[in-house]
T-cell receptor, first 118, second 115 residues
Framework: DAGVIQSPRHEVTEMGQEVTLRCKPISGHDYLFWYRQTMMRGLELLIYFNNNVPIDDSGMPEDRFSAKMPNASFSTLKIQPSEPRDSAVYFC????????????????FGPGTRLTVL | QKEVEQDPGPLSVPEGAIVSLNCTYSNSAFQYFMWYRQYSRKGPELLMYTYSSGNKEDGRFTAQVDKSSKYISLFIRDSQPSDSATYLCAMRTPNSGGSNYKLTFGKGTLLTVNP
């Protein structure tokens, strides 16, 4: 399996522009997570989906951020309009629900998209 | 107070040293405790997990959970240069009803093992 695929790997844009980040989860996984990582705040969960349905979006910083999962193999995170403070590494992760009591699902992370907003 | 606190380091040790990495947390409902390793410019990868209290050993790595103190540790024995990475602790509450898979991460500790 190719693992979680994210694109683009790097994005440089100007303030006010729309940014779309893309993610292809591992085939068969039923959970998908979007994270943001910065030096100041560490790794923060933005939103996660179960079977393509958003479950918890309490980490989405504001209305400028939106995420969709139109099918089991694709998700997008959109920022419109982008601002310099959105500069960060954005990770997508996927997992398969653990079936055994006491076991936990492993989240598999993609390589991330490094976003710079000028 | 943040839910999970982790000393960011950096921590620099000679090859062969025993490394101790730690996190404290405030939410007593956390039951699953994980350590992720993140190499530079890569995504985190799960290293170990522990359910509830106790120890778990995997090769040179040992994870410990002390729920009474709300304190978790990761020990690395005979550390190698290839262990140089950022180590993030993560934890979550048990599943409930429609599932709760939200992980709360520490900020990570940057470890360098010098040859």
């Amino acid at each position: 399996d190719a693992g979680v695929i994210q694109s683009p790997r790097h994005e440089v844009t100007e303030m006010g522009q729309e940014v779309t980040l893309r993610c292809k989860p591992i085939s068969g996984h039923d959970y998908l997570f979007w994270y943001r990582q910065t030096m100041m705040r560490g790794l923060e969960l933005l939103i996660y989906f179960n079977n393509n349905v958003p479950i918890d979006d309490s980490g989405m910083p504001e209305d400028r951020f939106s995420a969709k999962m139109p099918n089991a193999s694709f998700s997008t995170l959109k920022i419109q309009p982008s601002e310099p403070r959105d500069s960060a590494v954005y990770f997508c992760a996927s997992s398969l629900r653990a079936r055994k009591a006491g076991s936990t699902d492993t989240q598999y992370f993609g390589p991330g998209t490094r976003l710079t907003v000028l | 107070q943040k839910e999970v606190e982790q000393d960011p380091g950096p921590l620099s040790v000679p090859e062969g040293a025993i490394v101790s990495l730690n996190c404290t947390y405030s939410n007593s409902a956390f039951q699953y405790f994980m350590w992720y390793r993140q190499y530079s410019r890569k995504g985190p990868e799960l290293l170990m997990y522990t359910y509830s209290s106790g120890n778990k050993e995997d090769g040179r790595f040992t994870a410990q959970v002390d729920k009474s103190s709300k304190y978790i540790s990761l020990f690395i024995r005979d550390s190698q240069p290839s262990d140089s990475a950022t180590y993030l602790c993560a934890m979550r509450t048990p599943n409930s009803g429609g599932s709760n898979y939200k992980l709360t991460f520490g900020k990570g500790t940057l470890l360098t093992v010098n040859p």
